[in-house]
């Protein structure tokens, strides 16, 4: 059984990184497929981050790709989000996600990590 | 960018047929998903690729894609398939996104 947990800070300062690790257990990252992260403010609906595949190329939603970057270390069997600059718009449940299998591209995902809450904050 | 319009609620009572919609530029075009998230809970995977059901899914859960709509039919609607419901495509243009819908909050009567 595939799954997957975010683990990262709760709370970021204003104007700093946030960064999340998503380790995933049941499947090898390196064998394939995508790995996204999702955001979503508290009563607000979904919002895709970014997707990157096990070889290492990423897509980035347009909104965020100048401060965001995702990265994956198949050693660890686990894929990163960074983003910069944060402000309180940035307070969210960050989900980690993994995208389905001979899938023709990043999306949509069938596996969901259990979300974890990044509030920014001074 | 491309957007994806979701009436914001539907009501529908038990044991009858819910019907929420997707809409989008010639939409019909793409590959549409559908995910459920009740409170509390990450989305989970009811419809892919238009119109199928991932393993675990109740038949009762369907979905059509045509021309500026696509659709996810719940049939013989039970008190449990309360939740928020999303429709997401795959925007491969120039600046390619995984689009979300605003989302869909379906109640049972």
Redesign the interface.
Known sequence: QVQLQESGPGLVKPSETLSLTCAVSGYSISSGYYWGWIRQPPGKGLEWIGSIYHSGSTYYNPSLKSRVTISVDTSKNQFSLKLSSVTAADTAVYYCARGVPDSSGPVPFDYWGQGTLVTVSS | ?YVLTQPPSVSVAPGKTARITCGGNNIGSK?V?W?Q?KPGQ????VI?YDSDR?SGIPERFSGSNSGNTATLTISRVEAGDEA?Y?C???D?SS?????????TKLTVL
């Open positions: 960018s590959s998903h995910y998230q990450a989305p989970v995977l892919y991932p928020d999303y997401q495509v795959w491969s600046d390619p996104s995984g689009v979300f819908g605003g989302g």
